[in-house]
């Protein structure tokens, strides 16, 4: 598994590579909607539970080991997301 960023592939977030999954998506996932990594794994099947748990640890120190400096979103677009998410509930 490898993280890419690409400004023509969404809007330049780093996602996973050949997944096209944001990886903030999955730090969302953990981190606000209380998703264990095995129900990550669920709701994205191209991933391993290896890869969610590499992610995840990746997440909490908020920088992953390549020129990507930060794996997590910043707070307004967490907002915005858990708004969607919200509304979607409704």
């Known amino acids: 598994m490898s993280i890419v ?9 780093p996602t ?11 730090a969302i996932a953990y981190e606000h909607s209380g998703y264990e990594p095995d129900e990550i794994t669920q709701l ?11 992610l995840i640890s990746r997440s ?16 307004s677009d967490r907002l915005s997301l858990l708004q969607h998410e919200t509304a979607l509930l409704r």
């Open 60 to 75: 909490e120190t908020s920088t992953v080991h390549s020129p990507i400096t930060s794996i997590t979103s910043t707070i």
């Open 16 to 26: 996973i590579e050949g997944t096209g999954i944001r990886v903030k998506d999955i």
């Open 44 to 54: 994205y099947p191209d991933l391993t539970l290896g890869d969610n748990c590499t």
């Open 5 to 13: 960023q690409d400004p023509a592939h969404s809007d330049g977030a």
